[in-house]
C-alpha cells in the first residue's frame, strides 16, 4: 500500500461515515449539506485514487463529478421543496 492509497483510505474511513450520518439524520438543510460534502470526499477520493494505480484515465469520473454535483444538490433542494413552492406560472387558488 502507498501513500495515495492511504490517503484514499482515510478520507473514505473518516469524512465519508460522517457525511453520510449528517446525511441521514437532521433537518433538511442538514442533510442537504451532507450531501453536498459527500459528493466533495468522493470527489476528492476519485483525485486521489488515479494517483494511486497510476491511471490517468479515472480523473474524468472526478471531474464528472464535480461537473454534476452542483446540479445535483440544486435537483435535490427543488425535489423537497417541491411541495412548498409554486411556480410563477401556475394559477393562485382562491
Do not use: I, K
Amino acid at each position: 500500500m502507498n501513500a495515495w492509497e492511504a490517503a484514499a483510505l482515510v478520507l473514505l474511513a473518516v469524512p465519508a461515515p460522517a457525511c453520510l450520518w449528517v446525511a441521514a439524520r437532521g433537518s433538511t438543510v442538514r442533510r442537504l449539506v451532507g450531501a453536498s460534502l459527500l459528493s466533495g470526499v468522493a470527489g476528492a477520493v476519485f483525485l486521489v485514487l488515479p494517483q494511486a494505480f497510476d491511471r490517468s484515465s479515472y480523473q474524468d469520473l472526478a471531474l464528472m463529478l464535480g461537473v454534476l454535483a452542483p446540479a445535483g444538490t440544486l435537483v435535490f433542494t427543488r425535489f423537497v421543496a417541491g411541495g412548498h413552492h409554486r411556480s410563477h406560472g401556475s394559477v393562485p387558488e382562491n
